[in-house]
């Protein structure tokens, strides 16, 4: 048997647990009510959340439907003369790029509240959800049917924590959200964040997350001296060393910030509570350009 890595396990239930007979052997297809429906007639499903695909992806799905042809019939909904796709976005657009004139497809009758459940519930079964996308639906599927987390988690086979902890991230700042969005940052980076409730404070460290590259473990690190740190609490040699090099990190980056604003080598020294920073000039010249610089009136 084999085995899926850590990432690419997704929902145990999800959209077979809603609508069983989706769950189709390809060799059985004719016993099953499959049917071939012309793409013409055939529409994306108004209430399907997700919008983007990979186009390289579906150029790779295009080329096997040309060799292969369409493995796993869509599911539709039949409205007057055209067809809703339900689930099979994916393989209906690359039967296009394919070239195909007609696709098989199981035809059911869906209320308008079905439509949007198994939409939602089939965007959270995709390999390339990324975790702001996936919290969206779990949010969409609590307001829209009024369900509790443990009743969500039941029908799409996660843990209610889980749904939990994914919904969380919602709150941070549009910013972060991007980055989790873009796949810069892993929720388990951010996820720390959550306990800061200063949100300048929150965006400065993802930033610092991102130029250093930290890892989450040195992320929950960080986050848990700074609250250490703030309360007054004191901290083990190893926390302290871990302190004292995401300090030295941050110096460094605000100690080259500063040598491009002036043109000059700087550096910045600091005890617990105060500090200096330095700025090198090399001629009387240099001096002058220094000293103008700091004493030019800003710009109203």
């Given amino acids: 048997m084999s085995k899926q890595t850590p990432g690419k396990q997704r929902l145990g239930k999800g959209l077979g647990a809603l609508i069983p007979e989706f769950k189709i052997d390809p060799i059985d297809v004719k016993e099953k009510g499959v049917t071939e429906i012309p793409l013409e007639k055939l529409v994306p499903n108004p209430q399907q959340p997700r919008k983007d695909f990979s186009e390289e992806k579906l150029a790779e799905m295009a080329n096997t439907i040309k060799t292969y042809g369409v493995i796993q019939p869509v599911l539709v909904h039949k409205d007057k003369e055209r067809y809703i796709l339900v689930a ?31 939409a939602l519930v089939e965007n959270l079964q995709r390999e390339d959800l990324n975790p702001i996308e996936e919290a969206t639906a779990y949010k969409r ?85 700074l609250k250490r740190e703030a309360k007054g609490e004191e901290m083990t040699d190893k926390e302290n060393s871990e302190e004292n090099e995401m300090k030295l990190l941050f110096m460094k980056e605000i100690e080259e910030k ?25 001629s009387d010249e240099d001096l002058e350009r220094l000293t103008e610089i700091l004493l030019k009136e800003p710009e109203s």
Avoid at 96 to 113: C, D, R
């Fill in 258 to 282: 500063i040598r491009k604003t002036y043109g000059t080598k700087v550096k910045i020294k600091r005890d617990k509570k105060e500090g200096r920073i330095e700025l090198y000039f090399y």
């Fill in 141 to 225: 599927l609590l307001e829209e049917f009024n369900f509790s987390q443990e009743e969500l988690a039941r029908k799409i086979g996660r843990s209610r924590s889980s749904i939990a902890n994914t919904m969380r991230l919602l709150t941070l700042d549009e910013e972060i959200k991007n980055y989790l969005s873009d796949g810069k940052l892993t929720p388990g980076q951010v996820r720390p964040l959550l306990s800061i409730s200063n949100p300048e404070q929150r965006r400065f460290l993802a930033m610092k997350i991102l130029d250093n590259k930290l890892t989450a473990r040195q992320v929950e690190n960080m986050v848990k001296n």
């Fill in 88 to 118: 099979g976005e994916r393989r209906y657009k690359a039967a296009q790029m394919a070239g195909l004139k007609t696709i098989p497809a199981i035809v059911k009758e869906y209320s308008p509240k079905e439509l949007l459940e198994i």
